[in-house]
């Protein structure tokens, strides 16, 4: 395997990484503003506990994939911030507004109004960043960003804003939805909360699998370089049949409330979904105009990158290891208990 290809896969890795952990983070959010119910308390407040006090650590993968890419692909990385840097300056500022909020709706006076505004730029900013987030990945996979020599020359709006790239924004929003409930009916407490958490780990399970089949269908017209990589490339046929299994499994796994396997199998899924858009548009970071090879590095810069790559894994894994050992959320308690 070619240096680059290593580089691409780690880049790859490191935004799977992301939506299992800051993606499921986003959906608490989702839930958060969708809690309902005469436990809409209880629900909010597990969710606070569950993204506390380590949420924002999970941050780090975005950051390192994004130093992955700004190093070991400076050409692709500069095509991407002037193409996309209308919706991934909204997307910082969701990202930031939402940080903020969560911070400030913790610490601020319980119940009072101030604290419920915070609350709602908590989970407004919590559904607008991973709709973003997906409506970046479109317009990359779409093939409507288009390059000619140096300069981006399909404009700063119409690559995000077509059918398809919405329907991925949507897709990505449901996925992150999706594996926060899962996550949550594990993290659950009462045998109430938890089937309250089931119901919607369901429910967006179903939302996954049809926006993800209105993904597929606008793909043959949006993004067709990605509807010949899901049809015909042997590793995304391969990840899209483990992907299968894995939904089969966790839909299984709700249904009979095996709840600590069920996470398991949901965040199989997802990764295997992130994998398979990556390998459905190989050699291509950019579709149709820069590829793996073209956009690399130097390899002197690439052998050196791939260094810091393993000395910082090495460093970095045992100590988020430690960390989130360290300060996992203790045992929760209910609004009011105690009282």
């Known amino acids: 395997m070619s240096t680059e290809a290593l580089i691409g896969f780690a880049v790859a890795g490191t935004f799977v990484l992301y939506a299992l952990f800051g993606g499921a983070d986003f959906g608490g959010g989702v839930w958060d503003l969708l809690a309902s119910g005469p436990r809409k308390k209880e629900q909010r407040a ?24 700004f190093s070991g692909f400076p050409r692709a990385f500069a095509v991407l911030t002037v ?14 507004f939402r940080g903020a909020a969560f911070t400030f709706r913790t610490y601020d006076t319980r119940g009072d109004a101030v604290q419920r505004k915070w609350g709602l730029v908590f989970s407004v900013a ?39 790239a919405w329907a991925v924004g949507v897709l990505a929003l449901c996925l992150f939805a999706f594996l926060a409930a899962v ?5 659950s407490p009462t045998p109430e909360l938890r089937e309250d958490f089931r119901r919607r780990a369901l429910g967006s399970g179903v939302a ?35 992907t299968a299994v894995a939904a089969v499994a966790a839909f299984a796994l709700l249904w009979t409330r095996r709840f600590k396997w069920a996470r398991v199998a949901a965040a199989t899924q997802v990764g295997f979904i992130i994998l398979g858009w990556a390998a459905s548009q190989h050699p ?56």
């Not at 969710?47 to 780090?60: D, T, Y």
């Open 83 to 96: 193409a996309l840097h209308v919706p991934l300056t909204l997307l910082l500022l969701g990202i930031v």
């Open 208 to 242: 996954v699998f049809a926006t993800a089949f209105v993904v597929l269908l606008l793909a043959r017209e949006g993004a067709p370089r990605v509807w010949q990589g899901l049809l015909l490339s042997p590793f995304a046929l391969l990840l899209h049949a483990g």
């Open 126 to 164: 919590s559904v607008i960043a991973p709709l973003l987030l997906g409506m970046c990945v479109g317009a990359v996979v779409s093939g409507g960003i288009r390059v000619e020599g140096h300069a981006v020359v399909s404009g700063f709006f119409a690559p995000w804003l077509t059918p398809f």
């Open 284 to 339: 291509y970071l950019v579709v149709p105009d820069v590829t793996l090879s073209s956009a690399a590095a130097s390899p002197t810069a690439q052998r050196m990158l791939l260094v810091a790559l393993v000395v910082g894994a090495l460093a970095v894994l045992p100590t988020l290891v430690f960390f989130y050992r360290v300060f996992r959320p203790g045992p929760f308690a209910s609004p009011g208990e105690g009282k």
């Open 46 to 69: 597990l969710i606070a506990h569950a993204l506390g006090p380590v949420w924002e650590v999970n941050h780090i993968w975005l950051i390192v994939g994004l130093v992955l890419t």
């Open 183 to 187: 996550y949550l009916s594990h993290e």
